[in-house]
């Protein structure tokens, strides 16, 4: 079965403040499907308690359509995000021998550190866009996994310029788990201990962007 398919995809990606500010009328119809209320009821109800509390910042993403002399006619809500920074706790830990082991102490030498991170709190496509692909320069990937990729080089550019830290978590809802697996992401690792928060229920990912070194000797 053939993939759905759009012609265009022109994306423009704006702070929820200036999509609020600017384009609110669009941005109240995004709908993230009946299964996915809450990601719907995030963006236009919850979006700027967040960011005011310091829990997250979120972005919008737009489809923007152009006329024949290139002039923006309309745009839709492609989707957004909401980035927070955190860390994820994890053991390091090195076996105990000779002179350092004590009868009856510990076997490792263990302490609990952590590694900078850029959390992905929220993501969430528009009904229209799920499960739709486009092609560029001969790649073809759904709309989700072009947004990916923004969220990525994104990350890449506050590493670098703004903010340091080594990899982008998040905590993935079952039926998404392939889709970031896909995309880099992998499970927590046994000895990683991610925050408790709201969605612990869920499965712990991460996506490493520089070298982290960890001891974990068994």
């Known amino acids: 079965m053939g993939h759905k398919h759009i012609e265009h995809f022109n994306p423009d990606v ?15 119809k995004f709908n993230a499907g009946k ?22 910042a979120s972005y919008v993403v737009w489809n923007v359509y152009f006329d024949e002399d290139g002039e923006e006619s309309y745009r839709e809500v492609v ?9 994820i706790p994890y053991e390091d830990r090195i076996r ?16 609990i550190c952590g590694i900078p991170a850029l959390e992905i709190k929220m993501f969430a496509l528009d009904e229209k866009y799920q499960d739709l692909f486009y092609e560029y320069e001969g790649e073809d990937l759904p709309i989700s996994a072009w947004i990916m990729r923004n969220i990525i080089s994104y990350a890449n550019y506050l590493m ?37 928060c709201i969605d ?19």
């Not at 704006?14 to 109240?28: G, K, R, W, Y």
């Not at 989707?79 to 860390?87: D, I, K, Q, R």
């Open 35 to 56: 299964e996915n209320l809450t990601f719907t009821d995030f963006i236009s109800k919850d979006a700027e308690e967040y960011r005011d509390d310091g829990n997250g």
């Open 200 to 218: 612990s229920e869920f499965t712990a990912m991460y996506l490493t962007l520089r070298e982290v070194h960890i001891n974990y000797e068994k």
């Open 160 to 196: 670098h310029n703004i903010i340091g830290f080594k990899a982008i978590f998040l905590h993935s809802v079952p039926e998404a788990e392939e889709f970031y697996k896909s995309n880099g992401f992998n499970p927590i690792e046994i000895y990683m201990q991610p925050l408790q």
């Open 96 to 111: 105990l021998d000779g002179e350092d082991l004590i009868e009856g102490g510990p076997l490792y030498d263990s302490q």
């Open 79 to 87: 989707a957004y995000y909401t980035l927070a920074a955190t860390a």
């Open 14 to 28: 704006m702070l929820l403040e200036q999509a609020h500010q600017d384009f609110s009328t669009q941005l109240n």
